[in-house]
């Protein structure tokens, strides 16, 4: 029998459940929480754990400690692991089927299903819809017509997730291509090697992957490449193309071009449906045709072969098009008229603004992993010059105002503390962020005093997700006009096939945030990449600032800027729209940092 290959997904979804099972058996809330923080780690990461397995790294992943650590390598070798079985032991397999809707917790599901008498997996959800509209739910104790009805609802959205196909997150498919991408690059018979398609358009998921390889020796370049140690199947192979099944069950399509045809093939296999399509027709109306090989007229028959996109683009009377813009949504105008944006870059980037550390701030939510010189260490090797550290706020749940007061400045003690000591010396400076919940009444959760400790607050919503568009609206503009909020963090609260973004009527908030100089966040994180791409272009069209963050809550997240820059570039940002592109001086005088008094001299209406 053959080994079993765990996918990512599959060891997060399992260390979910033995989180919900220790919660549900009343375990230490410590010990549920390192769980949840173990598998949202895998969940996130850009490489497959059964890679890391093999390579002994698997206690390199944020939050696997060496215990959770024993439990995985014993799982990942054996294909089980006897502690989890024993946590799972005595939980209805119903109870994990119940999670997937949203809003019901280990222990709601686990009540659910002691009262509905629903033990197995199969139709669990299903029973459960069919006794919430025979109005079963409503009559059990902690239940009401209300909460009914919004159980229908969030198992009728999962039913319409369930039937769209999975695509893989944009950085998992990077990381994938990368790798093929290294083992090509090492043969002398392959010139250059390039993704195409979606993952080449950067979007936030991908299907299959598809790569193109420049050579002058199609058959000994392709006979290289299947002997890569990751294919596991070869589905079908020709002179020019193969289509392969890696080991984590991924399919991925190779084509060999020589080099006096690699523009052409490059552009007409990266350009969206629409995209070509609108080339194709607007060619076809001046005598030619376009394909993978050139551009024919059609008088003549003459193919002009073209060896870059760039000479493939000009010979049209076109500017040449990025490939994170080929989605016909103008850029074909705007390359005619010569007015394509200047798209920002890796290079513009001067700081990021938004990441967690491990100071011991008693949050309810997660904590870094790493402290403050290691992470500013890290920025000084990215070429930055500052570095906003910006962990959650103390949870409200014990602590009393005066106590989130002292914690705020202890912080901001360490801080002063740590630009004194080692900032100067690596000329990345220390700034003093939080990142604070918006209650549902829009209020913040802290008091309003210790903002003064700040140099800047970012808020976010996390939770009452489900408010209606007119109550969230509200509720975002009530907590924009605190003093020192600088930052609305993922502002649509997205999470890509887990949560759909929040409904807020964006014209408001774009509007206030342009008036008060505060930048909505494009959260690099492969699971959020929040604001989308589509807002993106929406904001940057009404000119509001933005600001790229990684929401790092280790230090190798925060390589991952470029996935948020991904998202900008499809929202044809500029360098001008992005607020951390600034150098320090210019950032601390549009925001009013001046870190000494910490005054705030832009005024907004009162919370």
Same mark, same amino acid.
């Given at each position: 029998?053959?080994?079993?290959?765990?996918?990512?997904?599959?060891?997060?979804?399992?260390?979910?459940?033995?989180?919900?099972?220790?919660?549900?058996?009343?375990?230490?809330?410590?010990?549920?929480?390192?769980?949840?923080?173990?598998?949202?780690?895998?969940?996130?990461?850009?490489?497959?754990?059964?890679?890391?397995?093999?390579?002994?790294?698997?206690?390199?992943?944020?939050?696997?400690?060496?215990?959770?650590?024993?439990?995985?390598?014993?799982?990942?070798?054996?294909?089980?692991?006897?502690?989890?079985?024993?946590?799972?032991?005595?939980?209805?397999?119903?109870?994990?089927?119940?999670?997937?809707?949203?809003?019901?917790?280990?222990?709601?599901?686990?009540?659910?299903?002691? #009262?509905? &008498?629903?033990?197995?997996? $199969?139709? *669990? @959800?299903?029973?459960?819809? %069919?006794?919430? /509209?025979?109005? !079963? =739910?409503?009559?059990?104790?902690?239940?009401?017509?209300?909460?009914?009805?919004?159980?229908?609802?969030?198992?009728?959205?999962?039913?319409?997730?369930?039937?769209?196909?999975?695509?893989?997150?944009?950085?998992?498919?990077?990381?994938?291509?990368?790798?093929?991408?290294?083992?090509?690059?090492?043969?002398?018979?392959?010139?250059?090697?390039?993704?195409?398609?979606?993952?080449?358009?950067?979007?936030?998921?991908?299907?299959?992957?598809?790569? #193109?390889? &420049?050579?002058?020796?199609? $058959?000994? *370049? @392709?006979?290289?490449?299947? %002997?890569?140690? /990751?294919?596991? !199947? =070869?589905?079908?192979?020709?002179?020019?193309?193969?289509?392969?099944?890696?080991?984590?069950?991924?399919?991925?399509?190779?084509?060999?071009?020589?080099?006096?045809?690699?523009?052409?093939?490059?552009?007409?296999?990266?350009?969206?449906?629409?995209?070509?399509?609108?080339?194709?027709?607007?060619?076809?109306?001046?005598?030619?045709?376009?394909?993978?090989?050139?551009?024919?007229?059609?008088?003549?028959?003459?193919?002009?072969?073209?060896?870059?996109?760039?000479?493939?683009?000009?010979?049209?009377?076109?500017?040449?098009?990025?490939?994170?813009?080929?989605?016909?949504?103008?850029?074909?105008?705007?390359?005619?008229?010569?007015?394509?944006?200047?798209?920002?870059?890796?290079?513009?980037?001067?700081?990021?603004?938004?990441?967690?550390?491990?100071?011991?701030?008693?949050?309810?939510?997660?904590?870094?992993?790493?402290?403050?010189?290691?992470?500013?260490?890290?920025?000084?090797?990215?070429?930055?010059?500052?570095?906003?550290?910006?962990?959650?706020?103390?949870?409200?749940?014990?602590?009393?105002?005066?106590?989130?007061?002292?914690?705020?400045?202890?912080?901001?003690?360490?801080?002063?503390?740590?630009?004194?000591?080692?900032?100067?010396?690596?000329?990345?400076?220390?700034?003093?962020?939080?990142?604070?919940?918006?209650?549902?009444?829009?209020?913040?959760?802290?008091?309003?005093?210790?903002?003064?400790?700040?140099?800047?607050?970012?808020?976010?919503?996390?939770?009452?997700?489900?408010?209606?568009?007119?109550?969230?609206?509200?509720?975002?503009?009530?907590?924009?006009?605190?003093?020192?909020?600088?930052?609305?963090?993922?502002?649509?609260?997205?999470?890509?096939?887990?949560?759909?973004?929040?409904?807020?009527?964006?014209?408001?908030?774009?509007?206030?945030?342009?008036?008060?100089?505060?930048?909505?966040?494009?959260?690099?994180?492969?699971?959020?990449?929040?604001?989308?791409?589509?807002?993106?272009?929406?904001?940057?069209?009404?000119?509001?600032?933005?600001?790229?963050?990684?929401?790092?809550?280790?230090?190798?997240?925060?390589?991952?800027?470029?996935?948020?820059?991904?998202?900008?570039?499809?929202?044809?940002?500029?360098?001008?729209?992005?607020?951390?592109?600034?150098?320090?001086?210019?950032?601390?005088?549009?925001?009013?940092?001046?870190?000494?008094?910490?005054?705030?001299?832009?005024?907004?209406?009162?919370?």
């Amino acid at each position: 029998m053959a080994k079993k290959i765990w996918e990512n997904q599959e060891v997060a979804d399992l260390l979910r459940a033995v989180a919900a099972a220790y919660e549900i058996k009343g375990a230490n809330r410590f010990r549920v929480a390192a769980y949840r923080q173990a598998a949202t780690s895998i969940e996130h990461l850009t490489s497959e754990i059964q890679d890391l397995w093999e390579n002994n790294q698997i206690t390199q992943i944020p939050g696997v400690g060496a215990s959770i650590a024993r439990h995985l390598n014993e799982l990942m070798k054996t294909g089980k692991s006897q502690h989890f079985q024993k946590v799972l032991a005595g939980i209805p397999p119903a109870v994990f089927e119940l999670l997937k809707i949203t809003g019901i917790g280990p222990k709601t599901a686990f009540r659910l299903c002691q #009262a509905l &008498k629903i033990w197995s997996k $199969k139709d *669990a @959800l299903q029973r459960v819809a %069919n006794a919430a /509209k025979r109005g !079963k =739910i409503r009559q059990l104790s902690g239940f009401g017509a209300q909460s009914e009805n919004k159980i229908l609802e969030a198992i009728a959205n999962s039913r319409l997730k369930k039937k769209e196909r999975r695509r893989m997150l944009l950085a998992l498919a990077d990381n994938l291509a990368k790798d093929v991408e290294k083992y090509l690059r090492q043969s002398p018979l392959v010139l250059e090697v390039k993704v195409l398609g979606s993952l080449r358009r950067r979007c936030a998921t991908v299907g299959d992957l598809d790569m #193109a390889v &420049k050579t002058r020796h199609y $058959k000994q *370049a @392709l006979e290289y490449f299947l %002997n890569f140690p /990751k294919v596991k !199947k =070869i589905l079908n192979q020709g002179e020019k193309k193969t289509s392969v099944v890696l080991s984590n069950g991924v399919q991925i399509d190779v084509r060999f071009q020589a080099p006096d045809t690699w523009g052409s093939m490059l552009q007409y296999f990266t350009g969206s449906k629409q995209h070509n399509i609108h080339l194709r027709e607007m060619e076809r109306e001046k005598g030619f045709s376009l394909s993978e090989y050139g551009i024919r007229s059609l008088k003549t028959k003459k193919l002009v072969k073209t060896r870059t996109e760039r000479i493939f683009y000009n010979f049209l009377g076109l500017d040449y098009i990025p490939p994170e813009l080929r989605e016909d949504q103008g850029e074909i105008e705007a390359a005619i008229n010569h007015t394509l944006p200047k798209l920002v870059k890796r290079a513009d980037i001067r700081g990021d603004l938004h990441l967690h550390s491990n100071f011991p701030i008693e949050t309810s939510h997660d904590l870094g992993k790493d402290n403050f010189s290691t992470m500013i260490k890290k920025a000084a090797s990215l070429g930055y010059e500052y570095l906003g550290f910006s962990e959650h706020n103390p949870s409200q749940r014990g602590h009393t105002p005066d106590d989130v007061f002292a914690l705020l400045k202890e912080k901001r003690h360490e801080i002063d503390q740590i630009n004194r000591q080692l900032s100067q010396k690596l000329h990345v400076i220390a700034l003093n962020s939080l990142e604070i919940d918006i209650k549902p009444n829009g209020e913040l959760a802290i008091p309003e005093k210790a903002l003064e400790l700040l140099d800047y607050a970012i808020i976010a919503v996390h939770s009452e997700f489900t408010l209606s568009s007119k109550r969230m609206t509200t509720r975002i503009l009530r907590a924009l006009k605190y003093p020192k909020v600088r930052i609305l963090a993922h502002p649509t609260g997205r999470k890509i096939y887990q949560r759909d973004g929040y409904d807020v009527d964006w014209n408001k908030i774009f509007a206030f945030c342009r008036e008060h100089n505060i930048a909505l966040e494009i959260n690099s994180w492969p699971e959020r990449l929040d604001l989308p791409d589509i807002l993106v272009r929406e904001a940057v069209e009404a000119d509001v600032p933005l600001v790229i963050d990684t929401d790092s809550h280790a230090v190798e997240h925060m390589d991952l800027m470029e996935y948020g820059l991904d998202v900008a570039r499809r929202g044809w940002a500029e360098k001008k729209n992005i607020i951390n592109t600034l150098p320090l001086r210019k950032l601390e005088k549009l925001w009013n940092l001046n870190r000494c008094a910490r005054r705030d001299s832009n005024p907004r209406p009162s919370a």
